[in-house]
């Protein structure tokens, strides 16, 4: 069903002119050792590539970039692979999150200045799944996502380890002196140890679920393990895929539509996603022209039940049982009548036609909607005097006490006063304290960092508490848990009320209600605001200095305003 033809693609306004420009585009293809029939009158499929030697959940990825590129020639297309911004989660400082828009940018102007038909998008690794699907979606051109799959399960000493989750469960232990420096050491070494994404439902696993979700991927791409050999095979399908793509004229704007921005979400809430897919979802359905909102996302909330058993969220298991149990086209079967069906995908094919077939082969891992690991709402949203623009927490991930909990706070103004407190074994701290770090948001982080799994302080610890109600205005890890209120909006540092909160002050949570306040006196907090200096800029210059100016906050997504799709009219195609 050719919507294409030869003379219609892209690519052939840079190479079928017999003019001077062209001579120059087809000549330097030339210098490249391709003959005309390799390019002319065939689809150029770029493969952005977003490895490095940094990015060690994209470690595998320069092999199977080959693997696509051999799918893309045998669908008749010319394969070029684009090295892409590798944002990785692990080295980069003072967080990745700093560079999601980069890389949405990137994407989005490379796309859009080269001769490109169609493209693979490679990423996985936190927030390389947004930043390239923000700026593919910007860019128009058809698209696949190519997720680089979960890593193979942690192991040491014949215990299972989970990304992330099991790194501070056992540094808790270590700092209660429970655990060897030998055992530690085992731990090191286990938790990671193949190529691939953080493989408990963390914030990678939660982002590719989306992104299949949505019908961007291959149907249950986003469950296979990075190492397992149908994971080559998903690479090469997904470069045959991408040319017909091209030639039926498969656009994103036709594949992430309103319902398919709600499909998503849904299935992040069974998944029992990491909190950060709230920031990400909102961006990249904003960037397709979709409003979803806080509210729209705790209204889903509320009626999806948490029915992946899978770490954090989930007690038992991890990503590579997730796959051998049916893998998402399980999960979603599982919950096909609260999803649109009809929506189209990168197949070609709808939604329902994609889960045709699929089965649930372990029911504890994936559970029936009868046995869910959690009635609802992976998420929920909070307002009050403290977040007036709401503020996100993940109820399955926290202890039940605390759904409902007055306490004192114990205010940090920055990381750095915070982590030297929690260690002081005589801190004026109870079970009922709260404790709040601030200026750790989009703007005050800077860049919105991981810091909202704020460490229990020592004192507790070693009375053998594990959780507590903390709250900030920074994002955690997906692979965090606990009583955590994260992304209070707006931040403390453009003057949020979380800025005037002080150190004794009463705080009440009452997560059936979505409220959380600062029980202080009108009057009281008018007299702090006027009292209340904007601190320093972070940035004099730079990246950094851009960032700050345009990051919108927690609630809209952290886009730049400028790259939202209702800023201003997008770029038509450049003048070669
Ligand atoms: Fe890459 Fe967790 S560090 S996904
Ligand atoms: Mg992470």
């Not at 190479?15 to 029939?37: K, N, T």
């Not at 999803?339 to 889960?355: A, F, R």
């Not at 079970?431 to 709040?436: G, S």
Request: glycine share 10%; with cysteine.
């Amino acid at each position: 069903m050719a919507a294409k033809t030869p003379s219609e693609l892209r690519s052939a306004r840079w190479f079928a002119p017999d003019d001077l420009r062209s001579f120059g585009h087809r000549s330097r293809m030339m210098q490249l050792g391709y003959s005309e029939a390799d390019f002319r009158d065939k689809p150029v499929i770029g493969i952005l590539n977003t490895w490095s030697e940094l990015n060690t959940c994209h470690s595998h990825f320069r092999e199977r970039a080959k693997d696509v590129a051999r799918g893309v020639l045998q669908g008749g297309g010319l394969p070029v692979e684009m090295p892409s911004l590798s944002v990785d989660e692990s080295f980069t400082k003072p967080t990745s999150m700093l560079y999601r828009n980069m890389l949405a940018m990137e994407t989005e102007e490379m796309i859009r200045s080269h001769p490109l038909d169609g493209v693979v998008l490679m990423g996985g690794c936190d927030k390389t799944t947004p930043g390239l699907v923000m700026g593919a979606i910007s860019a128009g051109v058809p698209m696949i996502y190519l997720p680089a799959g979960p890593m193979l399960r942690g192991n040491y000493a014949g215990k299972i380890l989970g990304s992330g989750s099991d790194a501070w469960k056992y540094w808790d232990e270590r700092r209660a002196g429970n655990i060897s420096d030998k055992e530690w050491q085992g731990v090191e070494g286990g938790i990671a140890r193949s190529a691939g994404v953080c493989m408990t439902m963390g914030t990678a696993s939660t982002m590719t679920a989306i992104a299949d979700a949505m019908g961007i991927t291959l149907p249950g791409a986003s469950s296979i393990p990075a190492v397992d050999s149908n994971h080559q095979r998903m690479g090469a399908d997904c470069g045959r895929r991408i040319v017909d793509m091209v030639w039926e004229d498969l656009t994103p704007d036709r594949i992430i539509t309103e319902a398919a921005c709600r499909n998503a979400a849904v299935v992040a809430m069974a998944t029992g996603c990491s909190t950060n897919a709230v920031v990400h979802l909102i961006a990249m359905a904003r960037r397709a022209g979709v409003d979803l909102t806080l509210d729209d996302l705790d209204a889903l909330g509320r009626i999806t039940p948490l029915i992946a058993n899978v770490r954090p969220a989930g007690k038992d298991y991890l990503m590579e049982d997730f796959y051998y149990a049916g893998g998402l086209r399980a999960l979603m079967k599982q919950i096909e009548d609260r999803l649109e069906l009809s929506c189209l995908t990168v197949t070609g094919k709808t939604m329902g036609e994609n889960l045709e077939g699929a089965q649930v082969y372990n029911d504890d891992v994936i559970r029936p909607l009868s046995n869910p690991v959690y009635a609802e709402g992976s998420l929920a949203v909070l307002r009050g005097n403290l977040c007036p623009d709401g503020a996100v927490i993940k109820p399955a991930a926290c202890d039940p006490k605390y759904h409902v909990h007055q306490g004192p706070a114990l205010v940090f103004d920055s990381y750095p006063e915070m982590k030297k407190a929690i260690d002081d074994e005589h801190l004026d701290v109870t079970p009922d304290t709260v404790m709040v770090l601030r200026n750790a948001g989009p703007q005050g982080g800077p860049g919105f960092p991981e810091w909202g799994m704020l460490p229990i302080p020592k004192a507790l610890i070693k009375q053998g508490h594990r959780d507590m109600l903390r709250i900030s205005d920074a994002r955690m890890s997906g692979t965090s848990y606990g009583a955590c209120v994260l992304h209070v909006a707006p931040e403390s540092y453009v003057g949020g009320p979380l800025a005037l909160l002080r150190t004794g002050d009463i705080v009440r949570l009452d997560l059936p209600n979505r409220t959380l306040d600062m029980l202080v006196p009108e009057d009281e907090l008018a007299t702090r605001r006027a009292a209340w200096q904007a601190p320093e800029p972070r940035f004099d210059r730079g990246y950094g200095w851009m960032f700050q100016r345009h990051v919108t906050q927690a609630d809209q997504g952290c886009d730049f305003d400028f790259l939202q799709s209702d800023f201003g009219r997008t770029a038509g195609e450049p003048d070669i």
